[in-house]
C-alpha cells in the first residue's frame, strides 16, 4: 500500500524558554526538524511526506534548508491554530484515500525506522498503529481534595508517535468537529467508536521540549546513538 508521513511542528517552544520555536533550534549541528524528516526517509525512500508548519515560517524555513543544503523531498503544508486542524491540513493535501499515513511530531528526531516499519504492517492489518512504551516510574492518582492514591504502573502505557493509520479511516474520523478531548491523533480515531492498536515504541523517541531534553538530544547525537 501507498505510504504517507504527515510530520506535524507547530510548536511555539515556551517551554524551551528559546527565541525560535523548538522545531528549528540545532541539534548535532542541525534543526531538529530535518533529523525527523530524514528519519523518515531512511525508513524508506518512497514515502511521500507532508511537512506541516505555520505558515508564517515558511521563509525561515526555506532558507535553513538552503543554508543546511537539506534537500530531501517534501511537501510543505500550511499549519491550523491547533494540532487538530494542522494534521486534518495534512490529510486533506493527500488527494488519495487508499494508503497508510503515519502521523509524527517534528520534534520526535529518534525514531527508529524499525517502529516506523512496524506502524505501518500493524495499522495495514488492524487499521490503527499507537507508538507507546511502560512507565519507569511509581505512578500515583490524585484527587481534588489533595489526597494521593498508588496505582499500578503496569495498567499504563505513555503514548509517543507515530500513530499510523488506514487513510480512509483517519481521513473519516477527522471530518468531525474539534473536541477538547483529542490530545492526540488516536483520540481522534476512537471518536468513530473504533479501538486502537498498541505496540511498543523506542525508548529513546522522546519529544524534545525543554532546555533538557535538548542537551540529552545533542549528546546522543554527537555519541553517534
Excluded at 83 to 96: H, P
Amino acid at each position: 500500500m501507498k505510504k504517507y508521513a504527515i510530520i506535524v511542528a507547530g510548536g511555539s517552544g515556551l517551554r524551551m524558554g528559546a527565541a525560535l520555536p523548538k522545531q528549528y533550534l540545532p541539534v548535532g549541528g542541525k534543526p531538529i526538524l530535518m533529523h525527523t524528516l530524514a528519519a523518515f526517509h531512511q525508513y524508506s525512500p518512497e514515502i511521500e511526506v507532508m511537512l506541516v508548519i505555520p505558515e508564517k515560517d515558511f521563509a525561515y524555513w526555506t532558507q535553513l534548508c538552503e543554508e543546511f543544503d537539506f534537500q530531501l523531498p517534501y511537501r510543505l503544508i500550511k499549519g491550523g491554530e491547533t494540532r487538530f486542524q494542522s494534521v486534518k491540513n495534512g490529510l486533506d493535501a493527500i488527494e488519495a484515500t487508499e494508503g497508510l499515513v503515519a502521523i509524527h511530531d517534528g520534534v520526535r528526531p529518534f525514531v527508529a525506522p524499525q517502529t516506523i516499519s512496524e506502524s505501518f504492517l500493524i495499522a495495514e492489518r488492524t487499521g490503527s498503529a499507537i507508538a507507546v512504551i511502560p512507565l519507569k516510574d511509581s505512578l500515583r492518582k490524585i484527587n481534588a481534595t489533595g489526597e494521593s492514591f498508588f496505582q499500578k504502573r503496569d495498567d499504563y502505557r505513555l503514548v509517543q508517535t507515530p500513530q499510523t493509520f488506514l487513510l480512509h479511516k483517519i481521513k473519516k474520523a477527522f471530518e468531525v468537529k474539534e473536541e477538547p478531548h483529542f490530545t492526540d491523533d488516536a483520540t481522534v480515531y476512537e471518536n468513530q467508536g473504533w479501538e486502537v492498536s498498541l505496540f511498543e515504541g523506542n525508548v529513546s523517541n522522546i519529544k524534545i521540549t525543554t532546555p533538557e531534553d535538548l542537551a540529552y538530544a545533542d549528546y546522543r547525537l554527537h555519541q553517534g546513538a
